[in-house]
């Protein structure tokens, strides 16, 4: 009788310390992110696809076509090609293609890049509809940005 | 409200005006009650809930309503049809019909029918008979377990139900249930909920009734009639469309008449918590913050086993509920009333 009793007690206030908790969470703030409508800030090492980085000085791109990414590449997933326009003294980037299908952001052309030229992006919003779309054109997309 | 009743008018006329008023009440409940449900465990899992269609998602139910209307009824090949058809309704009619006697308002009960008490459980009672229906009918294993659940489950918590309510009627003296909101009135300490001088195990038969009603409706944590972890979706298994939308809107229906039976049988009904200004307006804020602590119990406890159900009724609940109603017996024949 007596442990029978002690059971129903026992349970009894555990039940009410489960309300209590539940009770208490109902009156905090939410913790979702209501993502198409707000979304998080991508934390520093994030690794998006690579993008060109801008010379803050001129707000061209610092690649100078060097092809360093380009062999790094285990997947062969970098096409750079580069030319010398008029008035200037060495090369600059004319055409990054990025093959993000293969890509698999191991990030060896990142490390390969002697002026720091390429980094890694904080997109990750990459749904498409079809495989051309992932292949990416870097240039334009750093270009499309300065507009 | 109270003042349509003060109007006379003819007794037909009333009739078919309580009797859209209560389909109204009722369609509507059920239709924002999943509303409130689904957002209550938005709240307490830390979550929004329905937040896209309409202002905080007021419109899902009418997206849900559409979406379930759009949908073919089918029944399965080999199932018994005619049942199979009956038991969503024969869920949904006698919360509706029981409705009829539940007192809202002063002036505000289809009928006050002095068997009023008895002929809820009466009508309370098909319910397990056309969830039982619904799984047989299905001709599905997972049906058919989950009815056996539910006929086993409603037996065992029928009994300790019964018993309260037989000590209510033995305090309160009728089984009218205007009667006996009106001898609850001025100031909470006369509800029966505290009519300790009756009986000092007062506060625990709520505590029965409750668990018995929450149990009754096949609410969580006693889901057992759609245990969708382990049974798929229980006795609803086969149903799709409008059909298992009736069965819900049966069970935000049994809820809803649960919590007005338990307003009314101990928590005062219309009367106001300090005496002042009885009315409608307090019926329906203890009705909605015992629909309140219905959701907060069902997103706080996991689903019990099937033991520990039937152990909570027969081993504590039926021996709590008759220790009360010999209490009160005995208290009532040595005091008097």
């Avoid at chain 2, 319910?127 to 539910?150: C, D, E, F, P, Q």
Wanted: charged share 15%; proline share 5%; hydrophobic share 50%.
């Amino acid at each position: 009788m007596k442990e029978s009793l002690r059971e129903i007690y026992t349970g009894l206030s555990s039940l009410i310390t489960g309300l209590g908790i539940t009770l208490r969470q109902f009156f905090k703030p939410v913790v979702t992110v209501q993502y198409p409508h707000e979304s998080l800030k991508m934390p520093a090492r994030f690794r998006g696809h690579i993008e060109l980085v801008r010379d803050p000085a001129t707000g061209k791109p610092l690649c100078y076509a060097c092809k360093l990414c380009e062999k790094a590449c285990p997947t062969d997933c970098i096409t750079v090609e580069g030319l010398k326009r008029d008035g200037e003294k060495r090369k600059s980037v004319s055409e990054y293609h990025l093959d993000f299908t293969r890509c698999s952001l191991c990030g060896s052309c990142v490390e390969a890049c002697k002026s720091g030229a390429i980094r890694f992006s904080k997109e990750y919003n990459l749904a498409g509809t079809s495989k051309e779309e992932f292949i990416l054109d870097l240039f334009r997309r750093l270009e499309r940005e300065g507009k | 409200m109270s003042a349509l009743a003060a109007i006379q008018i003819g007794e037909p006329l009333r009739l078919v005006l309580f009797l859209l008023g209560i389909m109204a009440f009722v369609g509507f409940n059920a239709a924002y009650l999943v509303w409130a449900e689904r957002k209550g465990a938005g709240r307490f899992q830390r979550r929004v809930g329905p937040s896209e269609v309409g202002y905080a998602g007021l419109l899902q139910p009418i997206a849900d309503a559409v979406k379930l209307l759009t949908k073919q009824v089918l029944v399965p090949p080999g199932a018994d049809a005619t049942l199979f058809r009956a038991a969503p309704i024969l869920v949904i009619a006698p919360a509706l019909i029981s409705l009829a006697v539940i007192p809202f308002g002063p002036a505000l009960a289809a009928r006050d029918l002095n068997v009023g008490l008895i002929m809820i459980f009466a009508f309370g009672s098909v319910n397990v008979m056309a969830l039982m229906l619904g799984g047989w009918s299905s001709r599905n294993k997972y049906a058919i377990i989950s009815a056996a659940r539910v006929v086993s489950q409603n037996v065992a918590y029928e009994i300790p139900m019964l018993l309260v309510v037989v000590t209510m009627l033995l305090v309160t003296g009728t089984m009218s249930l205007t009667k006996i909101v009106e001898d609850q009135a001025g100031g909470f300490w006369h509800w029966n909920l505290f009519r300790l001088a009756a009986n000092p195990l007062m506060p625990l038969t709520f505590l029965t009734f409750y668990i018995c009603m929450l149990a009754e409706t096949n609410r969580a944590p006693f889901d057992m009639a759609e245990a969708e972890s382990e049974l798929v979706a229980g006795a609803y298994t086969e149903y799709a469309g409008m059909g298992f939308g009736v069965f819900f809107m049966g069970e935000y229906a049994n809820i809803l008449l649960g919590c007005s039976l338990a307003t009314v049988l101990f928590l005062g009904g219309w009367q106001c918590p300090f005496g002042l200004l009885p009315g409608v307006f307090w019926f329906l804020v203890k009705l909605y913050l015992l629909v309140f602590s219905v959701i907060w119990v069902r997103w706080t406890f996991p689903r019990t086993q099937f033991y520990g159900l039937l152990n909570l009724s027969w081993k504590i609940l039926i021996p709590l509920s008759l220790g009360t109603l010999v209490l009160s017996a005995a208290m009532i024949k040595l005091l008097g009333r």
